[in-house]
């Protein structure tokens, strides 16, 4: 019996659209295309769920924070659940406050919007952070306490901090591997 096929359209477009989003930017200091990283999301978030409106929520999710997308486009391309959950995944911006200056609180309004989140956001959350604590558990393997020099917070506490509440945050997921290997490179990276 053949396999019945999957109606992939909109995450075809989404990638198509994030592909062209992040057009010629690189992943900060990586030396490979930023599309990797929604790529390795994508592939996170479709060991949860096969729903394509996640699946293309997590190839989406860095559009309106790292290029000149913006939610309203988000949202007239691709409706208003996938725009809510890109919108709750994006980084806010304190006004009059630099990206340094207003690190910790960004990070805070981050793990307390995630805590309060739907399980669908959670999901695209995850695959997000554990892309990232898995290219920060690969570059400290090589560069130990050096890494934290590349961030614009140097401390390496203040990341354990972050990583913790994000994943006390996401703990509802705490059923899925996606969890247990976040949780497992939380731990080896901050032992």
Known sequence: MANKPIDTQLLDNAIAFAVKAHSGTERRGKGFPYIVH???????????????????AAVLHDT?????VTID??????????????????????EGR?????WYDRKQ?????LAKASRD????????KLSNMRAIARDYSVMGDKLWEIFHVTDKKDHEWHYRGLADSL??????????EFESLINQVFK
């Not at 309106?64 to 000149?68: L, P, R």
């Not at 486009?73 to 304190?94: C, L, N, P, T, Y």
């Not at 956001?121 to 997000?128: I, N, P, Q």
């Open 109 to 113: 309004g981050a793990i307390d919007r």
């Open 98 to 102: 630099s990206e340094d200056d207003s």
């Open 171 to 180: 703990r509802e997921l705490q059923d899925t591997f996606a969890f247990k």
């Open 64 to 68: 309106v924070e790292d290029t000149s």
């Open 73 to 94: 486009q988000i949202r007239r391309e691709f409706g208003d659940r996938i725009a809510s959950i890109v919108d709750a995944e994006s980084d806010k911006g304190i």
């Open 121 to 128: 956001t959670k999901m695209v959350a995850l695959g997000d």
């Open 38 to 56: 929604p790529m390795e999301a994508l592939e996170i978030v479709a060991t949860m769920t096969s729903d394509q409106e996640l699946l293309a």
